[in-house]
């Protein structure tokens, strides 16, 4: 599985959009992008993912390069209850093994 | 539509004893995982089950630990002889049948802070 890059913290302003970006250069071609997020102490929570296209949903937006080598997951109107941990993660689709793998994520602080 | 449901939510045993984690996946999912996340670490893969069918336990560790997801009834993650470092939080997650590009959508629980004194 492609390893992802994300920086280590983003701070945004209640009411902004938060713009978090992931690096997967060596992403192929059967693999997807998943984003998850962790409220500090609850389970993670699945928000979205993509292959190719933009993909859009309730919570937020997914937008991924037309090489497929980054991404950037948008959140429009970032609450203050958006703080968390936030995981960008490649998995391939084809693949057996069905398990995530958490890395380091970005920490997102909502300021009001 | 209730989501993963773990119970207890917190536990505490002594050490040697044996602690029990349950897990009820959401309605209609048939695979569950259990993640292990240690104190100020990252949430880490433990097992993937199917009914009554282990599918990868590579996140295992060896001794005390084993897992179980029978017909009926929750899945169940069991620690024998527990120890300090044991202390964590285990989560459950659930995914739908398979559906390719949906394997990796999991739905996680609330998890089990298990502490080990």
């Known amino acids: 599985d492609a390893k992802t890059t994300q920086p280590t913290s983003m701070d945004c302003a209640e009411g902004r959009a938060a713009n978090l970006p992931c690096n997967h250069s060596t992403i192929s071609g059967n693999e997807y992008v998943y984003w998850y997020r962790q409220i500090h102490s609850q389970g993670p929570q699945y928000i979205i993912h993509?292959?190719?296209n933009n993909e859009t949903n309730e919570m937020a937006s997914l937008i991924i390069t037309e090489d497929r080598k980054s991404s950037t997951l948008i959140l429009p109107h970032a609450t203050l209850r958006d703080t968390a941990v936030y995981y960008c993660i490649v998995r391939s689709a084809s693949g057996s093994a069905r398990q995530l793998t958490f890395g380091s994520g970005t920490q997102l602080t909502v300021l009001p | 539509n209730a989501g993963v449901m773990q119970n207890p939510r917190h536990l505490v045993r002594r050490r040697g004893q044996e602690a029990r984690l349950r897990c009820s996946p959401m309605k209609g999912h048939s695979h569950v995982y259990w993640y292990r996340q240690l104190p100020e670490e990252g949430l880490k893969f433990m097992v993937y089950?199917?009914?009554?069918?282990?599918?990868?336990e590579s996140g295992m560790p060896k001794e005390r630990f084993s897992a179980e997801f029978p017909k009926e009834g929750p899945s169940i993650l069991r620690i024998q002889q527990v120890v300090r470092g044991d202390s964590a939080a285990y989560f459950c997650?659930?995914?739908?049948?398979?559906?390719?590009?949906?394997?990796?959508?999991?739905?996680f629980g609330p998890g089990t802070r298990l502490t080990v004194t």
């Open positions: 997650a659930s995914s739908p049948p398979y559906a390719r590009d949906r394997d990796y959508e999991q739905y």
């Open positions: 993509g292959l190719k």
């Open positions: 089950l199917q009914k009554e069918n282990i599918i990868d």
